[in-house]
């Protein structure tokens, strides 16, 4: 059963990773392997955002996986592999703290830019 399991997602993986047709694809990928919790293969897909740079830090904006608000870092720190998680903080990931819906700290900044 395991092993059927793990064909599956070996299967789903590189499906994705051949897939080169915009980032989307490398960044389901790249959430599929902190879910499995490889970190060598973390960063062999890590170092495939040469060609889209900044995009490793987003979610998955049209993944059925993955909700868009997800990123990498969170998923890793939701999965508690710290290994994975050092590894995105070394590629300067970083968690935005979130706001209160009625925060008018958007406001501000655009008031004062």
Same mark, same amino acid.
């Given at each position: 059963m395991i092993a059927v399991l793990l064909m599956g997602q070996i299967d789903r993986l590189l499906?994705?990773?051949?897939? +080169?047709?915009?980032?989307? %694809?490398?960044?389901e990928a790249l959430m599929t392997a902190i879910c499995i919790g490889n970190r060598p293969l973390v960063e062999f897909i890590l170092s495939l955002f040469l060609e889209y740079p900044g995009e490793e830090? /987003?979610?998955? +904006? /049209?993944?059925?996986?993955? #909700? %868009?608000?997800?990123? #990498?870092?969170?998923?890793?720190c939701i999965c508690n /592999?710290?290994?994975i998680v050092q590894c995105l903080l070394? +590629?300067?990931?970083?968690?935005?703290? %979130?706001? +209160?819906?009625d925060c008018e700290f958007q406001l501000l900044i655009q008031f004062f830019l």
């Amino acid at each position: 059963m395991i092993a059927v399991l793990l064909m599956g997602q070996i299967d789903r993986l590189l499906a994705l990773l051949i897939d +080169r047709s915009s980032a989307e %694809p490398t960044k389901e990928a790249l959430m599929t392997a902190i879910c499995i919790g490889n970190r060598p293969l973390v960063e062999f897909i890590l170092s495939l955002f040469l060609e889209y740079p900044g995009e490793e830090y /987003n979610g998955c +904006r /049209n993944s059925k996986s993955f #909700p %868009p608000h997800m990123t #990498p870092l969170m998923l890793a720190c939701i999965c508690n /592999n710290f290994s994975i998680v050092q590894c995105l903080l070394l +590629r300067k990931h970083y968690m935005q703290l %979130p706001h +209160r819906s009625d925060c008018e700290f958007q406001l501000l900044i655009q008031f004062f830019l």
